[in-house]
């Protein structure tokens, strides 16, 4: 198919931000602020989503369950997500796993009196920070942040604590499907060719960045779609601009010049890396 470019939807939270981002409006006088933009193919459900998050105030600390738990429960899969910090303020943080391995009934304790803020091993942030995190993982974002969420295309989130806030909690759903452990990553940052930089693998997902000159032809699999998002104008895809604050999704062999100064994210489903992904022209 040719390439696509996936329409935006601006979803309004409570934690989210009036000034965005390069390629994105800002959000008019007296508007909502805008927490995430997500980017959707009209008339489909493609297995994985992309988003632009925006933070001024901490996210619930949640929960995702993954494919079985998610089934069992009528969706048609779990989420495992990845994250790349695009800007992130002084002081910012992530709260990713907890400060040391408890049981899931201390957790929900820790949820209904607020002492879960402290189980919570709240790490430093920074730009071009990548983190994956997979189903079952308790976490949170923290304020100032900016980044991009790749992640497996459902919407189901359970929050365990929302300091306060006058939203539902899911305390049954996310306990059940809780890991209470620390987190540990799963693989390192690799460079696969120049300009070529594996992010994560998987297991749910492979996200690539890459930040190379010329031309040549996207070639991925069979029903294997790819997503690229530019964090930068990077060029064109089947002949048209490759530019910031979009995303486009591909199948099978699509032309690509990219250009110098070139910033793509490049994002597909499965733990394998494509190897041949990229063909010069």
């Known amino acids: ?128 920070d990548v983190i994956y995190s997979p189903a079952g993982m308790v976490h949170a974002l923290g304020p100032g942040l900016t980044l991009v969420e790749v992640q497996q295309n459902v919407d189901l989130t359970y929050r365990l604590y929302d300091y306060g806030r006058p939203r539902e909690l899911h305390l049954d759903d996310g306990i059940a499907v809780s890991e209470p452990v620390p987190y540990v990553a799963a693989n390192k940052a690799r460079e696969l060719s120049a300009g070529r930089i594996i992010l994560c693998e998987g297991p749910k997902l492979v996200m690539e960045r890459w930040s190379f000159t010329g031309e040549g032809a996207l070639a991925g699999e069979p029903g294997r779609p790819i997503w690229l998002a530019p964090i930068t104008d990077s060029g064109t895809i089947d002949g048209e601009p490759l530019q910031a604050g979009g995303v486009w999704i591909a199948d099978g062999a699509t032309p690509i010049a990219l250009v110098p100064g070139a910033d793509l994210l490049v994002s597909y489903t499965g733990g394998d890396v494509l190897e041949g992904l990229w063909q010069a022209a």
């Open 1 to 128: 198919m040719p390439a696509t470019r996936l329409t935006t939807r601006r979803i309004e939270k409570p934690w989210g931000r009036t000034n965005l981002y390069p390629g994105f409006g800002d959000v008019p006088d007296g508007g909502e602020p805008v927490g995430e933009i997500w980017f959707e193919a009209e008339g489909e459900e493609p297995e994985l989503l992309i988003k632009y998050l925006f933070t001024s105030e901490k996210l619930s600390i949640q929960v995702h369950p993954n494919d079985e738990q998610a089934q069992e429960r009528g969706y048609p899969r779990g989420k495992d997500e990845a994250w790349v910090v695009l800007d992130a303020e002084p002081h910012a943080t992530i709260g990713l796993g907890l400060r040391e391995a408890t049981t899931q009934e201390h957790l929900r304790e820790a949820a209904l009196d607020g002492t879960i803020e402290d189980l919570v091993d709240w790490r430093s942030a920074k730009a071009g």
